[in-house]
């Protein structure tokens, strides 16, 4: 791959951004800044539902510092890092064309591998936890058949609501966010007057006994995955850069602003319910901000908090399966993927085939353990997380002079150390992880080497599968 002499000389005259196919993608309407602020919003958290198990297990001062400190580690520099080269190269397939830009197709097919099938397997977390918070309403779907039946069918629904088109999701990302925020702002303001700060400080379930078996054990790996899960995935917007309006404009505003929104949907209800309940740090598990509800307001409350819960990750699958289907068909429009994976839908311009494969793998992991669903996302993202980092670093390392619309106002020794926290603690979730997350990451891995190099052949081939030889990234150095 690469261009003409003549062609290079011309980007390096113009200061031109680097394109990031030579396809363009013709989409019936863009995304505007307000629902594509709630699509980041619910991509990463989707407000205070799943935090519970911080407080369960290191209590409620480190569940507290680590929502307030972890933005500032992790997400910040995320967000920077996306905002900046989601402008510079706007199109679909964000993270898979920063890798291949960065270091070459390789180790692109590696990052879109790992993003991928991190993202299916959070789809699969979702539908086991919209059905775990189900349960609390209808018990039939605790266990057995019902259960079974249940999760594919949930997942197969949501799925079809996707098939509807990228503006339908957006608006009703709005709606659905607003509705989950209302139970925990009616909690926060009902709680006003029971709320005791001191309850905030403790450390344990009996902070006064600090050797005692009544203390509870705290249990730092379930802490940090359980705030790694709420707080990461800011970069996966970017696999939808193409569809949005004014990528250049819209990104810095729109990360910001559900960045803001984010950090206040987990703290406020962490406020409230530690502060003003005493502390049984066994029961917070996932679900138990219902349980707090109802005994802070009544039981009309936790009706509310299971609703809001549920919409929650209704509007996370949504937002999840989005950047999925459309990071394949980015993917395609590039050549890593058959064209097949770029085809849209006639009525909705939605990437049908994409959608399909997702959903397909999504209900094939959902019967995993939740807690190997959630550590080996994990896992998976944080390989992509590091590769991205190094293809950040990398990029305003070889091209310094291209254009970025948004640059994070650092040079590259700041930007070295800004990379260089968050890093050390992808290293640590890897450290922490099972033998089947390993046997997961690895699989993959291995299954992804061995696409890449059939791919090389097969592009070679007349055979059924055929890919995109006009759309691939130019590679020129700006320098």
């Known amino acids: 791959m690469g261009v003409s002499c003549d062609e290079s000389h011309q980007l390096l005259d113009h200061q031109e951004t680097l ?41 409620p001062f480190c569940a507290i510092l680590g929502f307030l400190v972890f933005p500032f580690l992790w997400s910040i520099p995320e967000a920077l890092i996306t905002a900046e080269l989601a402008t510079a190269f706007p199109g679909n397939g964000g993270y898979v064309i920063w890798a291949h830009q960065a270091f070459g197709p390789f180790w692109g097919s590696l990052m879109g591998s790992w993003k991928f099938v991190s993202g299916v397997i959070n789809l699969a977390s979702c539908s086991v936890l919209c059905i775990d918070y189900l349960k609390l309403v209808f018990p039939v779907f605790s266990s057995g058949a019902p259960r079974y039946i249940a999760i594919p069918f949930l997942s197969s629904m949501l799925s079809l609501l996707n098939y509807t088109g990228l503006v339908v999701l957006g608006y009703a990302a709005i709606v659905l966010g607003v509705i989950t925020l209302v139970p925990f702002i009616l909690l926060a303001l009902i709680s006003i007057p029971r709320i005791d700060p001191s309850r905030w400080l403790s450390l344990s379930q009996n902070p006064s006994s600090w050797l005692s078996q009544d203390r509870v054990q705290t249990n730092w790996s379930l802490f940090f995955n359980t705030l790694f899960w709420n707080l990461n995935f800011w970069d996966n917007v970017s696999a939808l850069a ?19 929104l984010t950090v206040l949907s987990n703290l406020v209800p962490l406020l409230t319910a530690t502060g003003a309940i005493p502390l049984e740090q066994e029961k917070w598990v996932n679900g138990y901000f219902a349980d707090a509800a109802k005994i802070i307001a009544g039981e009309w409350l936790m009706i509310f908090v299971e609703i809001g819960a549920v919409l929650s990750t209704i509007g996370f699958y949504e937002a999840q399966l989005t950047s999925s289907a459309y990071q394949l068909l980015g993917m395609a429009e590039i050549g890593f993927l058959p ?84 890093c050390g603690f992808l290293v640590y979730i890897m450290s922490v992880a099972n033998v089947t997350v390993l046997l997961v990451s690895t699989t993959v891995t291995l299954l992804t080497v061995l696409w890449y190099f059939v791919k090389k052949n097969i592009g070679k081939s007349k055979m059924w599968t055929e890919f995109n030889k006009g759309a691939k990234l130019v590679d020129v150095d700006l320098q």
């Open 339 to 422: 064209q097949c994976f770029s085809v849209r839908s006639k009525w909705f311009d939605t990437p049908w085939v994409g959608i399909v494969v997702s959903t397909s793998i999504t209900i094939a992991v959902s019967y995993m353990n939740f807690a190997n669903l959630i550590s080996s996302v994990n896992f998976l993202y944080s390989l992509g997380m590091l590769l991205e980092f190094a293809s950040f670093l990398w990029l305003r390392r070889k091209m310094p002079t291209m254009k970025r619309p948004f640059k994070v106002p650092m040079e590259l020794p700041g930007l070295i150390i800004m990379c260089l926290i968050p």
């Open 19 to 59: 394109p990031t196919t030579t396809a363009t993608t013709k989409t019936s309407k863009k995304l505007s800044i307000l629902p594509f602020i709630f699509l980041i919003y619910f991509e990463v958290s989707g407000g205070a539902y799943g935090a519970e198990e911080a407080v369960g297990a290191a209590g």
């Open 242 to 260: 193409g569809e949005i309006d004014q990528p250049q404009k819209t990104f810095p505003k729109a990360l910001f602003s559900a960045g803001m």
